[in-house]
């Protein structure tokens, strides 16, 4: 990795700057948004930098990438905790893998996802923590059901008895600029309270905003921003 640790160290003191700048405008206290480093396509280097550096967590879109990266991470004696999240896309094929290797899984999506990590779950003896991943910006492009899909979505996960369900993520759509990307950040958000409400859950989560669009998320109340290229560089 080209990047050191210093550099890394000036590149989170200047995202951290950001989300409070945008907090204090909207009201906001800081330390209501997390920053998740991601860390994919990156060595395993990078988590030992975020892990260094006080982060609790990394972000992940590739369970075998993922899987190596933190086998890697954990053989170091002097590795800190950390906890390895999955942003990416999940086939139902690999909820095994990802139940077993990621400490919370945000790309929910789909009925049949949502049987197979509980299953997986329970044979682990664990309690998987999950975020539904919702299309909010009606991107045919990207991942997530479907707004209308949210509540039915919802009600099987929490009928899931090895899974948590912690809140909700999304992606902006790709190229619909940061306008768009607020107004789905915004929708997410009217979903998230709209499903708490009717569900009478705890929804705390909301899993939107990336090094493009951390402004957006933030000012619409993002809780945890996913943040790879403004840390580590570009992929
Ligand atoms: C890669 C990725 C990110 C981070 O993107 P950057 O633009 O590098 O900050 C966030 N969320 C998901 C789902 C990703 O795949």
Redesign the pocket.
């Known amino acids: 990795m080209e990047l050191t640790f210093e550099a890394f160290r000036e590149n989170a003191g200047r995202v951290r700057g950001r989300v409070a700048e945008v907090c204090a405008r909207a009201g906001r206290a800081p330390t209501e948004v997390e920053v998740l480093p991601?860390t994919?396509t990156h060595p395993a280097a990078a988590a030992a930098f975020a892990a260094r550096l006080g982060f609790h967590a990394v972000?992940e879109?590739r369970v075998q990438e993922a899987a190596a990266k933190r086998a890697e991470f954990e053989a170091d004696a002097a590795a800190q905790p950390l906890r390895w999240e999955l942003?990416?896309h999940l086939q139902s094929n690999k909820a095994r893998l990802a139940a077993a290797r990621f400490d919370r899984v945000?790309?929910v999506d789909g009925a049949k996802l949502l049987r197979e990590l509980d299953k997986a779950s329970a044979a682990l003896g664990k309690t998987l923590p999950v975020l539904l991943q919702v299309n909010a910006g009606r991107d045919p492009a990207n991942f997530g059901a479907e707004p209308e899909a949210a509540p039915a979505l919802l009600e099987q996960a929490l009928a899931c008895a090895h899974l948590r369900v912690e809140g909700l993520m999304t992606?902006a759509p790709l190229d619909g600029g940061n306008a768009a990307a607020r107004r789905c950040f915004a929708n997410l958000r009217e979903i998230r309270d709209r499903l708490a409400r009717d569900f009478g859950a705890a929804l705390p989560v909301l899993s939107m905003g990336?090094?493009?669009d951390l402004d957006e998320a933030v000012a619409e109340g993002s809780t945890l921003v996913?943040?790879?290229?403004?840390?580590f560089g570009s992929?």
């Open positions: 991601v994919k972000g879109n942003i990416g945000q790309s992606l990336m090094s493009g996913r943040v790879g290229t403004a840390l992929r």
